[in-house]
Nanobody, 114 residues
Framework: QVMLVESGGGLVQPGGSLRLSCAAS????????MGWYRQAPGRQRVVVAH???????NYADSVKGRFTISRDNRKNTVYLQMNSLKPEDTAVYYC????????WGQGSQVTVSS
């Protein structure tokens, strides 16, 4: 069974923090590179960060130094710690393999606004 369940989003003021979680089925998670993606209103979905099964990470320039991706291989879960949030970070955030599969979860809405 394929499963991707994102959680942890919400409304936060500029400069605030949020931590997103994504629970994935083993077929998606195990030994695979996992990524976080986001889609802002009227824009295409773009990759934010990804992490290999060994823990190597890569970030989009727009979030470097502010976001941290991590994973717990025992729990088939990937996380995205987001600090110093900006209004332009407002989007629906998704997790998936990197490169992504055709299947997507429901995403988690992040809104950064005062």
């Amino acid at each position: 069974q394929v499963m991707l369940v994102e959680s942890g989003g919400g409304l936060v003021q500029p400069g605030g923090s949020l931590r997103l979680s994504c629970a994935a089925s083993g077929s998606i998670f195990s030994l695979n590179t996992m990524g976080w993606y986001r889609q802002a209103p009227g824009r295409q979905r773009v990759v934010v960060a990804h992490i290999t099964s060994a823990g190597s990470t890569n970030y989009a320039d727009s979030v470097k130094g502010r976001f941290t991706i991590s994973r717990d291989n025992r729990k088939n879960t990937v996380y995205l710690q987001m600090n110093s949030l900006k209004p332009e970070d407002t989007a629906v955030y998704y997790c998936n393999n990197a490169p992504p599969r055709a299947y997507w979860g429901q995403g988690s809405q992040v809104t950064v606004s005062s």
